[in-house]
């Protein structure tokens, strides 16, 4: 499998799984089911998921990750 594949599903299942919490919890907190739940929790997602991108240097592909909660941008060694 590729990095480029692997980052792909990373940033997926990342999103998906803060988009989930976003969503049962913004509907338990206001006990109503809408269209706009999602669409905050998509926001809520998208803002607090970290980011993974794949550069190619000259040493090779490089997987890197960045993060509201990180200072900075860091490496992974994939």
């Known amino acids: 499998m590729s990095k480029k594949t692997k980052v792909f599903i990373a940033q997926f299942l990342s999103f ?3 988009f989930i919490i976003g969503r049962y919890g913004f509907e338990f907190i206001t006990g109503s089911a809408s269209m706009w739940l999602s669409l905050g ?11 993974f991108k794949v550069f190619d240097t000259q040493a090779g592909q490089k997987v890197y990750m960045r993060w509201i909660f990180k200072k900075g941008v860091k490496e992974l060694n994939w």
């Open 16 to 18: 998906a799984v803060l």
């Open 41 to 51: 929790a998509a926001v809520f997602a998208t803002i607090f998921a970290p980011q």
